[in-house]
């Protein structure tokens, strides 16, 4: 398991898929259903959009609530803290606790966090709400791995394909969606709506899924020191890690330079335009379906090296248009970025969920934190970048980043010979 190829151990998941565990439920061995497998991206997508929706509305929640405008990218910024803490506590406790029942009582507690931000009238008060809302919103990395722990190994990579369609969907609809709720009611109303919907989600998730109940042994803080010594140990998690902190950095770069760009002079593009620009991302969803059957035949390392070559070269298409159709070609970058990350994303995820079901979550948990880092140093960069040197370093940068990681992974000893 811990060497440079991302091959999978076929021993590890035959010994999971097969023989019905503690760990794996009787049903994992012939297949999950259709319905199910839709109850999981729905979920996924309903609760990772809540760290989105309140992105586009940074400028009305710090005039309302009397934050200073220098101040009010901190809404975003707590709002993710929450979240990188949630991956870290939070998720190993899949490899504890009964995962339903996590799910269900976290989504409950997502709804009180936000009716908490809506009716906040007070920053201190509504900055709580936002790192609570981060830090419950990682059930959505406890439905990913719940998930395959309820699939056979054959299947795996397009299962979870699936229901990271549903996220990304979630991640990309939440700010157009928060934006037009705003204008046609309030910056409070995207919230109610939203407590609402995750308290409605409880009783579905509570009445859909199985139950499933790690077998570790451990108590809490062992859970949490094993996994310094997982990441130390296990070389393809060492390795996708970076992989995504680099594309995830060049996805954040993007759609935080943007609307940086988009609302200058040069195109003064509105709120509302940028907030439609944004839907062009959905189609990137797509791809997840795609890479997970990718991934079931095989071909990990081949897909990864081409979700990275398009990535970055996807920075080059505004290079070569008429200023006429520059909205255009930028438009179609950000699908085919949208495209290599996420089918990256996926080929990651298949790669870390063929190891040990036993230490799964913690995994997940570990790979997620690390790319999520990644992205907030790529929103960093890509300020920075646009600030110093406009669109053009921004480019510049974007495609080095991909670039990092084409490299490194052209270094993947027995990359070649990876099997499904």
């Given at each position: 398991?811990?060497?440079?190829?991302?091959?999978?151990?076929?021993?590890?998941?035959?010994?999971?898929?097969?023989?019905?565990?503690?760990?794996?439920?009787?049903?994992?061995?012939?297949?999950?259903?259709?319905?199910?497998?839709?109850?999981?991206?729905?979920?996924?997508?309903?609760?990772?959009?809540?760290?989105y929706y309140?992105?586009?509305?940074?400028?009305?929640?710090?005039?309302?609530?009397?934050?200073?405008?220098?101040?009010?990218?901190?809404?975003?910024?707590?709002?993710?803290?929450?979240?990188?803490?949630?991956?870290?506590?939070?998720?190993?406790?899949?490899?504890?606790?009964?995962?339903?029942?996590?799910?269900?009582?976290?989504?409950?507690?997502?709804?009180?966090?936000?009716?908490?931000?809506?009716?906040?009238?007070?920053?201190?008060?509504?900055?709580?709400?936002?790192?609570?809302?981060?830090?419950?919103?990682?059930?959505?990395?406890?439905?990913?791995?719940?998930?395959?722990?309820?699939?056979?190994?054959?299947?795996?990579?397009?299962?979870?394909?699936?229901?990271?369609?549903?996220?990304m969907l979630?991640?990309?609809?939440?700010?157009?969606?928060?934006?037009?709720?705003?204008?046609?009611?309030?910056?409070?109303?995207?919230?109610?709506?939203?407590?609402?919907?995750?308290?409605?989600?409880?009783?579905?998730?509570?009445?859909?899924?199985?139950?499933?109940?790690?077998?570790?042994?451990?108590?809490?803080?062992?859970?949490?020191?094993?996994?310094?010594?997982?990441?130390?140990?296990?070389?393809?998690?060492?390795?996708?890690?970076?992989?995504?902190?680099?594309?995830?950095?060049?996805?954040?770069?993007?759609?935080?330079?943007?609307?940086?760009?988009?609302?200058?002079?040069?195109?003064?593009?509105?709120?509302?335009?940028?907030?439609?620009?944004?839907?062009?991302?959905?189609?990137?969803?797509?791809?997840?379906?795609?890479?997970?059957?990718?991934?079931?035949?095989?071909?990990?390392?081949?897909?990864?090296?081409?979700?990275?070559?398009?990535?970055?070269?996807?920075?080059?298409?505004?290079?070569?248009?008429?200023?006429?159709?520059?909205?255009?070609?930028?438009?179609?970058?950000?699908?085919?970025?949208?495209?290599?990350?996420?089918?990256?994303?996926?080929?990651?995820?298949?790669?870390?969920?063929?190891?040990?079901?036993?230490?799964?979550?913690?995994?997940?948990?570990?790979?997620?934190?690390?790319?999520?880092?990644?992205?907030?140093?790529?929103?960093?960069?890509?300020?920075?970048?646009?600030a110093s040197?406009?669109?053009?370093?921004?480019?510049?940068?974007?495609?080095?980043?991909?670039?990092?990681?084409?490299?490194?992974?052209?270094?993947?000893?027995?990359?070649?010979?990876?099997?499904?």
């Amino acid at each position: 398991m811990h060497t440079d190829s991302v091959r999978i151990d076929s021993h590890d998941s035959t010994h999971h898929m097969t023989s019905p565990t503690p760990s794996t439920p009787p049903h994992a061995a012939t297949g999950i259903a259709r319905p199910l497998i839709m109850v999981f991206a729905a979920a996924c997508g309903l609760i990772v959009a809540n760290i989105y929706y309140a992105q586009p509305l940074t400028g009305p929640i710090a005039a309302s609530l009397g934050l200073a405008p220098r101040w009010a990218g901190i809404i975003v910024t707590v709002t993710q803290m929450g979240y990188c803490l949630g991956l870290l506590l939070i998720v190993p406790l899949g490899d504890l606790l009964e995962n339903r029942g996590l799910v269900v009582w976290m989504t409950r507690a997502v709804a009180v966090a936000l009716l908490v931000v809506a009716f906040a009238t007070r920053p201190a008060l509504f900055l709580v709400g936002m790192w609570l809302v981060g830090l419950l919103s990682v059930a959505v990395q406890v439905l990913v791995t719940f998930v395959t722990h309820l699939t056979p190994l054959a299947i795996r990579g397009r299962v979870v394909g699936s229901v990271m369609s549903g996220l990304m969907l979630g991640i990309m609809l939440a700010r157009p969606l928060a934006s037009l709720v705003a204008q046609l009611a309030s910056w409070r109303a995207i919230f109610v709506l939203s407590a609402t919907v995750m308290l409605g989600l409880s009783f579905l998730l509570r009445w859909s899924l199985p139950r499933h109940q790690s077998a570790s042994t451990q108590g809490y803080g062992p859970l949490l020191v094993s996994m310094a010594r997982l990441f130390a140990t296990t070389r393809p998690l060492q390795r996708r890690a970076f992989y995504h902190a680099c594309l995830f950095a060049t996805f954040s770069l993007f759609w935080t330079v943007t609307p940086l760009l988009l609302s200058s002079p040069r195109f003064g593009v509105s709120q509302g335009g940028i907030a439609l620009f944004a839907l062009v991302g959905v189609a990137g969803a797509i791809a997840a379906p795609i890479a997970g059957r990718v991934a079931d035949r095989g071909w990990i390392w081949s897909a990864t090296l081409a979700a990275m070559a398009l990535t970055a070269l996807a920075f080059t298409l505004t290079w070569f248009v008429a200023p006429r159709f520059f909205i255009a070609a930028l438009g179609l970058e950000g699908i085919l970025i949208d495209f290599g990350v996420t089918t990256n994303l996926v080929l990651g995820q298949r790669v870390i969920f063929s190891l040990s079901a036993a230490y799964r979550a913690r995994l997940n948990a570990l790979y997620m934190a690390i790319f999520f880092l990644g992205g907030a140093t790529g929103s960093a960069l890509g300020g920075w970048a646009y600030a110093s040197g406009g669109w053009e370093r921004a480019c510049m940068v974007g495609m080095a980043l991909p670039a990092l990681a084409f490299l490194a992974c052209l270094t993947e000893a027995g990359g070649r010979r990876q099997t499904p």
